[in-house]
């Protein structure tokens, strides 16, 4: 099983809305990622939590929060957002996080689909 | 100069023939490579890994890496439409970078 489960499958939220994207792995995996993908790009990463702490932040903006409740959970909180936030928003794990050589191998859940409006 | 950089597409290819796709990175401490298709309206879905210089083959795709060239290729046999997507090369050091993808179209 190498599911990554993304919950909802599409969102779409004021700029004034408060929401939260979930991601779920029961793989044992011990890193979770999320990213961000807007249309014709590549993913860009955003945060990175291995074994449960936040490892990479990549500058982003405070109105984007992640939390990792336990080994298996991953939120990304979404506060005042603006329009061109809205992209895919991609939630991945692997086996092993951190200057790991094998077991990197990172597995995408579906996505969530936010509009900003 | 991009971390990870593939080569400009989109690619055509008649059913039956090999597409070859190519990768070059910018760090040499990266220690592991990855091939993702992605299908459009679609998440990327992991179809090769390798670390280690060589080839690696599984069913129709070949992964090859030359770390001292800092090159990472992919190659796909007897092409089918179903291959027809874009094709995202990752790398890994401490994190996992993409290149920007190459589409591959796959003429019945």
């Not at chain 1, 928003?89 to 077991?103: E, I, Q, V």
């Amino acid at each position: 099983d190498t599911e990554v489960t993304q919950t909802p499958k599409h969102l779409v939220m004021g700029m004034t809305n408060k929401k939260s994207l979930k991601c779920e792995q029961h793989m044992g995996h011990r890193a979770m990622y999320w990213y961000k993908q807007k249309a014709k790009k590549p993913p860009e990463l955003m945060f990175v939590y291995s074994y449960e702490k936040l490892s990479i932040n990549e500058s982003v903006p405070s109105r984007f929060s992640p939390e990792c409740p336990n080994s298996s959970l991953l939120n990304l909180h979404l506060h005042a957002l603006q329009p061109e936030d809205s992209a895919l928003y991609l939630c991945a794990s692997s086996p092993k996080g951190g200057f790991a050589r094998a077991g990197t191998e990172a597995f995408f859940g579906q996505g969530t689909r936010l509009t900003v409006v | 100069q991009k971390e990870v950089e593939q080569n400009s597409g989109p690619l055509s290819v008649p059913e039956g023939a090999i597409a070859s796709l190519n990768c070059t990175y910018s760090d040499r401490g990266s220690q592991s490579f990855f091939w993702y298709r992605q299908y459009s309206g679609k998440s990327p879905e992991l179809i090769m890994f390798i670390y280690s210089n060589g080839d690696k083959e599984d069913g129709r795709f070949t992964a090859q890496l030359n770390k001292a060239s800092q090159y990472v290729s992919l190659l796909i046999r007897d092409s089918q439409p179903s291959d027809s997507a874009t094709y995202l090369c990752a790398v890994r050091d401490y994190k996992l970078s993409f290149g920007a993808g190459t589409t591959v179209t796959v003429r019945a």
